[in-house]
């Protein structure tokens, strides 16, 4: 709790799988306390080294649910990845989702 007596979250992660064109992308996704993706992480992937630089994954920091997570509209992919990227963008949005729904307290 804080000092003001309200109850703090903290940080979740969910490990997440994806399918590429090339096979399956095993991805981790961090949710920070007030419902905003911090991090994604992969783990295994098969396709293009690009998809895992910072410059492609950072995208995803400070997402939240609502966010269309749709390559072209809100998430920019390094050309020729179109599918694996949207993959991993529908992935990162799934573990999102999850987290949110486990605390919605719903």
Do not use: C, W, Y
Not at 36 to 49: D, G, I, P, Q, W
Not at 85 to 102: C, D, H
């Amino acid at each position: 709790r804080t000092p003001e007596g309200q109850a703090r979250r903290s940080a979740a992660i969910v490990f997440i799988d994806a399918q590429g064109e090339k096979g399956i992308i095993e991805m981790g996704v961090k949710v920070g306390g007030a419902g905003t993706l911090e991090k994604v992480l992969l783990f295994e992937n098969m396709e293009t080294a690009e998809l895992g630089r910072p410059d492609f994954l950072g995208q995803f920091a400070g997402k939240v649910s609502t966010d269309p997570f749709l390559l072209g509209t809100d998430v920019h992919a390094p050309a020729g990845t179109d599918v694996p990227a949207q993959a991993i963008a529908s992935g990162a949005r799934r573990g999102l989702v999850l987290i949110s729904e486990m605390f919605s307290g719903n």
